[in-house]
């Protein structure tokens, strides 16, 4: 969930990896750090806080130089303060790295003992000092980070540079992501390509345990066996400068109003008049999907709940059963795994630590296949699967997730739909059906996007209150739980969502004037009860606010404020209903004056556990 961005090269590099890290500030940070090789010497800054503020002090007092590494760091070990900033230094070596040491506290022990003082709380430290007792025992750089590498537990992206070798940059990752910039005479570093396309669209993706060393003039990437290996070098050639919020205020809403052209992008020569083409999950998908008899989704945060609203499909049109698992228990729970079943990991940056560590589990246990969710191409996940699927948001810079979601939505529709033909259990027209919605989904998300101002008007009475209920019904039920999630995310609304038939069950205590209640009524078999559960909000005295379908019934009254939707598919409901609860969480964010794109304490990919 850090940054990482180093660079080797005949120009100054102090810029290019401050642009960098500006470009990685949408993953989330509490502190930031660079380290320039120069004239024989090593120059470190470090601050507590925002890039702005490096950015601040390297115009006051530039420190130019061609070699050097910088780092965005969200707090693991250790307060989120500059002692504790990468990177972090020991001699002559300075070090970035993003991940977790999970032997560090033997590491210090043992270096403590050789007599290194540490001065921070964090494991990263413990890497530098070992990298630096490794330089005194006669290796050069590599080969003390290859001896280096031996000695981790845990998940690593590392990136190191020394005053003994200006002019040299080395590099490792092992479950945390690192890609390789190629230039012309320069070369670079970095955990995510976006932060480079300022200066290169050619691209390394490392594996898990390539080491590299890289040089202005080239670079030289080595298996965990210390092989030398050739990777191949990837062009990107999407131009668009995502790190550009197109004249809107923040990010977030910039990516609410992208959906309606990422959904139809993510639908894009998957999708004939009529059906779904199953070879867009992979060429051996068809031959899986026919014998698939269970299927385990596996994932964290808002793609777990794009997890549960695909078992309700694949239930209805597939008959076969659906276990959706948060990522980080799945990973420590004996799971019985039934013949033929299906792994499918869900996230949007395929970096996520918990839902790769369950996909490794996964090898042993007996899966038929596994199928990966992802938005990042080259990603870990998508690598790592046998089959997958990616989605067409491009990059997502808010922290709070939105076309992610709702793209990861539209292409578990697909793989629901497929499984469900392969099995025999959709006929023909009930599958045009399907896809007759999906062609009218990214139109029908304009016609909800227009009601941005009033959604607005609607919901300023938000900006004082603390705390809030979110209701739904069957598959609208993760649909709240995902509404609830990011109003709390981004506005720091402590938010729940329940099944509205729970609120008699414990939640009703809460209801009174102060507890603003809001539900989502689409037009479908469950509308009567949903309402009858609303009357009992009613009946305490309850503040309800109701995103309901033009046709359902609801209207303004006392204590009940409407927003009518228009009508819309029962198969595309759940797509549909979240978008008007995106723009709620984001306009009461705005009123409440919090730090919309980059709430406190969260990061963009969490790649540790």
């Not at 120059?43 to 950015?55: E, F, Q, Y």
């Amino acid at each position: 969930m850090c940054g990482i961005v180093a660079a080797a090269g005949q120009r100054n590099v102090a810029a290019i990896l401050l642009e960098g890290l500006k470009r990685l500030e949408y993953r989330g940070y509490d502190s930031v750090g660079m380290a320039i090789v120069a004239d024989g010497a090593l120059h470190c800054r470090k601050h507590a806080g925002k890039v702005a503020l490096l950015a601040d002090d390297l115009a006051r007092l530039p420190f130019p130089g061609h070699l050097g590494i910088a780092h965005t760091r969200w707090a693991t070990h250790g307060k989120p303060n500059e002692v504790n900033a990468h990177p972090h230094r020991s001699g002559p070596i300075a070090l970035v790295h993003n991940g977790i040491i999970e032997n560090f506290r033997a590491l210090r022990a043992e270096l403590e003992a050789l007599g290194y003082e540490f001065q921070s709380d964090t494991d990263t430290e413990a890497v530098a000092h070992l990298m630096h007792h490794l330089l005194k025992q006669g290796l050069d750089l590599a080969g003390a980070l290859d001896a280096a590498v031996t000695r981790l537990e845990g998940a690593y992206a590392l990136a190191v540079v020394s005053a003994t070798e200006p002019g040299t940059l080395v590099g490792a990752r092992s479950g945390s992501p690192l890609v390789l910039g190629v230039g012309i005479e320069e070369h670079f570093l970095a955990s995510d390509p976006l932060a480079l396309r300022q200066v290169t669209d050619r691209f390394v993706y490392l594996e898990d345990g390539d080491r590299v060393t890289l040089t202005a003039a080239g670079y030289q990437v080595r298996d965990c066996n210390g092989a030398v290996v050739a990777r191949g070098v990837h062009t990107l050639s999407d131009a668009v400068d995502h790190a550009d919020k197109g004249g809107f205020r923040h990010f977030m809403l910039k990516e609410i109003h992208e959906q309606p052209a990422v959904l139809a992008a993510t639908l894009e020569g998957r999708i004939s008049a009529h059906r779904v083409l199953p070879e867009i999950f992979g060429a051996t998908a068809a031959d899986r999907f026919a014998v698939v008899e269970n299927l385990h989704l596996v994932a964290c945060g808002t793609s777990y709940h794009a997890g549960l609203v695909a078992r309700y499909w694949l239930e209805e049109w597939a008959g076969i059963p659906c276990q959706v698992e948060v990522a980080s228990e799945y990973r420590y729970r004996k799971v019985v795994v039934p013949k033929n079943t299906l792994f499918v990991a869900i996230s949007q940056s395929g970096e996520t630590a918990d839902t790769l560590a369950a996909l490794k589990a996964t090898r042993e246990a007996g899966y038929l296949d596994s199928l990966a969710i992802c938005n990042v191409a080259n990603s870990s996940l998508a690598r790592e699967t046998g089959l997958a699927l990616l989605t067409r948001a491009g990059p997502e810079i808010g922290v709070a997730s939105t076309k992610a979601f709702t793209t990861q939505l539209v292409a578990l529709q697909l793989l629901c739909i497929v499984i469900a033909r392969a099995r025999g259990k959709l006929s023909v027209e009930r599958e045009a059906e399907l896809v007759a919605a999906l062609h009218a989904l990214p139109e029908l998300s304009r016609r909800v996007l227009a009601l941005d101002a009033a959604i607005e008007a609607t919901f300023e009475c938000f900006a004082d209150k603390h705390h809030a209920l979110f209701l739904g019904r069957g598959v609208q039920y993760p649909i709240a739980l995902e509404g609830a999630l990011k109003l709390k995310e981004i506005s720091y609304i402590h938010a729940e969502a329940y099944p509205a038939g729970e609120l008699k069950h414990g939640p009703l205590a809460l209801v009174d004037a102060d507890m603003p209640v809001v539900a989502v009524a689409p037009n479908n078999e469950l509308l009567e009860k949903l309402k009858s559960n609303l009357h009992e909000v009613q009946a305490r005295g309850g503040a309800l606010f109701v995103f309901a379908d033009r046709d359902a019934g609801f209207r303004d009254q006392p204590g009940v404020t409407v927003v009518s939707l228009p009508h819309v598919p029962k198969s595309l409901e759940p797509i549909v209903y979240t978008l008007p609860l995106q723009l709620l969480a984001y306009h009461v964010a705005v009123l409440k004056g919090t730090d919309v794109d980059q709430p406190r304490n969260l990061a963009k990919s969490v790649t540790v556990e």
